[in-house]
């Protein structure tokens, strides 16, 4: 007999609200650019050293969905700046988040990332560690190549800002009472800010620098970036993990005290709040005590909550976009922030 | 009664062959900027993360020679380029190079760096990732704040080269069979590109840019830094651990196979080359053992060898300033080729 899955109760209130946004729907007005931005990673990949180019193929052939080269390229082309610039700027923001995820995994001991194995799961952290910064150092020296100023600013603060994120991640680890606001703080360095940087760059690609339009657009990214981590963390407890390639709780498990929770810890009643205390500081559940802290969660409004609040700052970010010109940039730019918070993966 | 110390009996004929040269001799000329390049440290290392100042003040406090940020302002003063800029450079080449290292001992696993606790020492490698991303990220966005682009180029290149040279010391990990053109080409990844980025920009600053100029101050630094590191790699068999902070036979512990090896290996008799390959791929060793390696590198002159390489290489930047004018950071620079080839740590 199958044994159900932990996750199975509660996945389907969280991801029935609303039909799911698939990223295709999001990426069909840069398509095309989206495969040079491919040929261009295979390209930038290449290095002289024969096991930088195993690891390299290897996170290459294991890339995402492209979600920052696809709101880079869609800020450019909602302002008619999508030029051969916007795909390499394209390009090297993928690369940094390919550095980021991989120094990430190996921060986290992570073996496993959608399912597949990770640098450090397959070779060593070390590996990970080299692997890493070899792509930053690519990444800084292709915008230095192009003259893309601008975005090598924004690129290096996303950088900095992205490694605050893991800083605090390393601080508020296990902490039960980790704060709302401090949750924000975190997860907009870890996720916001480099979707951020990601459409701040699409807008100031073409030299244009308008200072109100350039904040405007990364606010736009951070919103939409911090709606997106929000969600990511309701699949810890929520997502199929078939889908996700990633075990239920596995966060938890790292430390990671994420909205759904914090929340609870904030609404439940004393007794309640004892119990969810003890549950969420253990680093292995029973199928009992994992369902009990789901359902302790869930009976604070700890999952409702963390929904509305994805949703809350997601509207904030499709009101910056209020005077933006209609057309199908702008249209797939809305797309994305339904997708951020509609979508099983 | 005391032991005597592994280190000693090679200890002087590698130490002897010329007066030992301080670093305060060749730092004389641009002693104040290099005040202002602590100054400048102090303020890039403070950030809004707690957790991050903690180690970013260890770092600090443990920094070494400034080796690197001198041989750039000596190289700026050498062509009249002493500037506000050259000091700005000179701080961000230190944090990469502190970046450099804090990740660099979390890949070797080291627990000690001139005798004091490194930051995977105690924190832990996760924490060293993050520091290093952080200070690499701090020093792009410190050199696009200045607009120092021809700055900014070199030392995205330096880096990806270093990742480069880690790679490589990874793929040639216990490798007994490793060449000298093989081990000159990790080296001058490692060490060398990081010196000739640089006395790079140190002439770059002022922005004349003669390439011919660039490319043989580059040149200068790549040897320079080339024939420090061979130097360095003669300490882990012949210098003192209570100078150098690190017990010997750790890098050949780590499977690092450098040039006085490499040269014994190649130019042993047949009986001693079995011998030493043999205890050379051993992680430990007793004082006989370690004694006998030594004995068989000596008998087969790998240390004279070394030592010649490291001298030649030496020779080679001397001449690269043949015709640079003469005065003092000329000079300095010429005590700095002294300083890499006679020191004892």
Redesign the interface.
Known sequence: MLRRPLWAAAARPALERSPLVSITQVQRPVRRELEQVQVQLRELFR??????NQVGGHVLATRGKKFRPTVLLLSAKLRGRLSADAIVAATVIEMVHAAALI?DD???KSGLRRGLPTVNGLWT???A??????L???A??TL??HQL?HA??V???A??E???G???E??YAYDPDVTEPQYEELIFAKTGSLIGAATEIGVGIGRTRDPRMLERYRRFGDHLGTAFQIVDDLFDYLADPQVTGKPVGSDLADGKITLPLIAALRDATERDRKTLRALALKKRWTPGQWDRLRTLIERAGGFAYARRRAQQIADQARALLAGEPRGVARQALERAIDYAVARDH
């Open positions: 290095t002289p050293i024969p096991i930088l120094h190996a921060v986290d952290d070390e590996m560690i080299i692997m890493g910064d070899y930053y150092a690519q800084m020296a230095v190549r100023g090598m600013g690129m290096a603060r950088v900095g992205m490694s605050c893991e800083a605090l390393f601080q």
